[in-house]
């Protein structure tokens, strides 16, 4: 018999290192720029393949789970995870770095997939809702973590003669200080992967509503207008919460000559912090209006708040983009609501097309890259207006359709 309180622990678990993980990146864009003279178009590649697997394996990942055991695709995904992570760490090319990042959001994008349903058997269906939602508030509290651990570690580096310094150079001689910070990663992903495999977990019983589907259901939902105009919808949240989190770094360093690796790093904790924080105030604004009214009003607040933080001085950078961060904190809750209620069945292979919208992450950053190429980093966090309009559509689509 299993135990149901330590597979909950596991679940928690895993959404905070994915957090961890989505987080980081951002922080390391500036210093992987320096080190290897990219250009942003070559440096908005990384989250790109990073996210580039959410769409790949979100519907594979359901497939999986409906075939094989809770433990042995967990414990897979892992593995892979982990050499991932050896491969960021220590050989530090910018190849290597893309291949790497691909390799570890294939093993989060299956691992997200596949502890849903386990919460489910874990925890019952009556307290599925209060646990997914401490699932994502451990998700913002890991991406609040990762750059104040990134800049801890920067620390660490930066005394030469240091404990730290000698444990990474005995790993790897020459290790550049900015990837230091995935060896602590790779040490959380073992001690995770070893709990995974000497722990027992449920049976695979799947309710019909979490169960993927075949092409014939895909085909019903993509031939759903209101489906297909979600999908889009989402994907365009997630290029704006993306584009702004990997950029952001790097747009205070160049434009306000603020240090990534410190203040920089701190501003993108507080972030994700005010994205997960956030939820609260949207359930609480939830008593009082309709869903599509606190849409329009937290989509306004980003409009406001990108406008503030990109034509403002220093002062205003710093304090808007956690502002950014805490109007996209209901969008997504949100979106994925009104998508779910959409259809009336199959919500099991919807849910593999939502998460499959998590591609859009992937969208943004390189958008925001590459036009940062060519007109500089200003423009290329304006274009996320149009993703934002996008969103914006829903509340005045809403107004005059059922």
């Known amino acids: 018999m299993y135990n149901r309180t330590i597979i909950i622990l596991l679940v928690n678990i895993v959404f905070f290192q994915a957090g961890l993980m989505v987080s980081i990146i ?16 070559a440096a908005s590649v990384l989250p790109l393949s990073y996210y580039v697997s959410f769409g790949v394996l979100a519907i594979p990942a359901g497939l999986m789970i409906e ?109 550049a200080g900015w990837s230091s910070v995935y060896w602590v990663f790779f ?49 365009a949240y997630v290029a704006c919460e993306q584009g702004v989190s990997n950029w952001l770094t790097q747009f205070l360093f160049i434009y306000h000559e603020v240090n990534p690796a410190t203040t920089g790093a701190f501003v993108l904790s507080w972030y994700w912090f005010l994205l997960a924080a956030g939820c609260v105030g949207g359930m609480l604004l939830l008593r009082f209006f309709s869903s599509k009214t606190v849409l329009l009003i937290f989509t306004l607040m980003a409009f406001v708040s990108l406008l ?8 205003l950078a710093i304090a808007g983009f956690p502002l950014i961060g805490l109007s996209h904190s209901v969008m997504w809750p949100l979106m994925t609501a009104m998508a779910m209620n959409s259809v009336s069945k199959n919500h099991g292979s919807l849910s593999g097309l939502i998460f499959g919208a998590s591609l859009g992450g992937a969208f943004g950053a390189f958008m925001v890259g590459r036009i940062g190429d060519v007109f500089g980093l200003h423009a290329g966090l304006m274009s996320l207006f149009i993703c934002y309009a996008a969103i914006l559509s829903v509340y005045f689509r809403s107004r005059t359709e059922k």
């Open 26 to 41: 951002g922080a390391l864009i500036p210093e992987i720029i320096k080190t290897f003279n990219l250009s942003y178009t």
């Open 67 to 175: 075939r094989y055991s809770y433990k042995r695709v967990l414990a897979t995904a892992y593995m892979v995870g982990l050499a991932g992570i050896f491969i960021f760490a220590f050989f530090q090319h910018y190849y290597t770095c893309v291949i790497s990042l691909f390799i570890i959001g294939s093993c989060l994008t299956v691992a997200q997939v596949t502890v849903f349903p386990l919460l489910r058997e874990a925890c019952g269906s009556q307290k599925l809702a209060f646990h997914s939602t401490f699932n994502q508030f451990l998700y913002g509290i890991g991406a609040f973590a990762s750059p104040y651990l990134y800049a801890a570690i920067v620390v660490l580096s930066a005394r030469e003669n240091g404990l730290w310094n000698k444990i990474i150079g005995w790993i790897r001689t020459g290790a």
């Open 187 to 235: 040490l959380l992903f073992t001690v995770t992967l070893i709990v995974i495999l000497f722990i027992r977990f449920p049976s695979v019983v799947l309710k019909e509503d979490e169960k993927t589907g075949n092409l014939k259901t895909f085909r019903e939902l993509i031939a759903n207008k209101y489906v297909v105009s979600f999908f889009f919808v989402l994907f």
């Open 308 to 315: 503030i933080t990109v034509f403002g001085n220093r002062s």
